[in-house]
Structure formats: C-alpha cells, structure tokens
T-cell receptor, first 117, second 116 residues
C-alpha cells in the first residue's frame, strides 16, 4: 500500500504549457505539502494545506496554484511553464499537533520530475 | 523566518569510519530537528529526530546531538557502510509551538559517499 502517491512520475513539456501534478495520501493525515527540489537537491517548501485550508504559502510565483479537494488530496497546477520550473516536486503529508498524535514526521511521495524544454 | 545551514556539502569516508554532519539554525523558537536520508532517485525519509528538551538521541549506529545555546545540531553515523551513501538533510521547525503546523526548513544537504 502506497502511503503518499503522486502522478505523474515524469513530466516533459514545452515552455508556456500548463500542467498538473496530483497527490493522494491514505495515512489519514490532516496536513499535506508541496516541496520543490532543484538540481542542487535543495528542498524548499512551497505550500501546505491543513484540512483543505491553505496554511503555508511561501514566496512562489502565482503561476503555481495548489488545490485541495479534500484532506487526502493535494494537487498542484502550474500555468505558463518556464525553464526554471524544471525540478522534482515532492508531495508530503504529516499528522499535526501533539494532541492529534503528531510526531512531526513528513511522509514524502516518490516525487514528480518536471522537465520544461 | 528560519534559516538552516548545513556542512559539509559533500563527505567521503571509508567503510567503517564515522561521519559527522553539522547544522546551525537561526530561529530560537525552533524546537524540532529531524534528519532525512535521500537515496539516489528516491524520496527523503526520516531517520532520526530530536526535540529541544533533549540534548542527545541515539538509534543503533546513528545519533543526533543538539546544542540549543549555540543553535546547532549534528548527525553522527558510526561504522559506516556502503548503504549509508545518500544525501542527508537536516531541518528545523518551531513545530511544538507553531499551532501544530509543521513548516520544516531544510538545510542544503550533505552528499555522503562511503567507499568499501
């Protein structure tokens, strides 16, 4: 059973196109995240949702729009793709709050490698 | 906001030697410090973590130490094995006091190579 799954795993597209990445978790966690990992392996948080509510929104171009239809799903839509958007995008989830049994551990998906040509 | 610096960026050791990776953080409110291991082409996975009320934590061959006064924490791997080769990330967050929201800020990563 895959805990956090992302699709697609690989995405190759042309500059200017619009693309989406989907993420689902079956861990029953309240919080989900998108992280971007660039070519130098630097992991940077982009967004976080808690029970469908946006709680973290880092300095990310507004071409990136997350959507959480329910607490088990978090999708990422990217408009007008640019060369610099090429990266691996990781979805993650965690259980928040000590009262909720949260440990702080992030469970990552396998990543979606986006290549913009 | 929090800023985490990690050193060294690459580390090469012989099998059986020890490896130490060091991180410093800037936000004195940070109280949760995990370490993640990312093997080539794989997802990051938690290997050990420490909270600010503890100075040291050990799990078999890995240990983490925390110095709150100096705002730095370190990962120690003893008796390294080739399968320890990976990129290791430290991170910090004011998890316990941020309303429960886990805004992990990662260091830049250390690429560890263990040679047989």
């Amino acid at each position: 059973d895959t805990a956090v799954s992302q699709t697609p795993k690989y995405l190759v597209t042309q500059m200017g196109n619009d693309k989406s990445i989907k993420c689902e978790q079956n861990l029953g966690h309240d919080t989900m995240y998108w992280y971007k990992q660039d070519s130098k392996k630097f992991l940077k948080i982009m967004f976080s949702y808690n029970n469908k509510e946006l709680i973290i929104n880092e300095t990310v171009p507004n071409r990136f729009s997350p959507k959480s239809p329910d607490k088990a799903h978090l999708n990422l839509h990217i408009n007008s793709l640019e060369l610099g958007d090429s990266a691996v995008y990781f979805c993650a989830s965690s259980q928040e709050g000590l009262a909720g049994g949260g440990t702080g551990e992030l469970f990552f998906g396998e990543g979606s490698r986006l290549t913009v040509l | 906001g929090e800023n985490v610096e990690q050193h060294p960026s690459t580390l090469s050791v012989q099998e059986g030697d020890s490896a130490v990776i060091k991180c410093t953080y800037s936000d004195s409110a940070s109280n949760y410090f995990p370490w993640y291991k990312q093997e080539l082409g794989k997802r990051p996975q938690l290997i050990i973590d420490i909270r600010s009320n503890v100075g040291e934590k050990k799990d078999q061959r890995i240990a983490v130490t925390l110095n709150k006064t100096a705002k730095h924490f370190s990962l120690h791997i003893t008796e390294t094995q080739p399968e320890d080769s990976a990129v290791y990330f430290c991170a910090a967050t004011p998890f316990l006091f941020s309303g429960g929201y886990n805004k992990l800020i990662f260091g830049a990563g250390t690429r560890l190579a263990v040679h047989p």
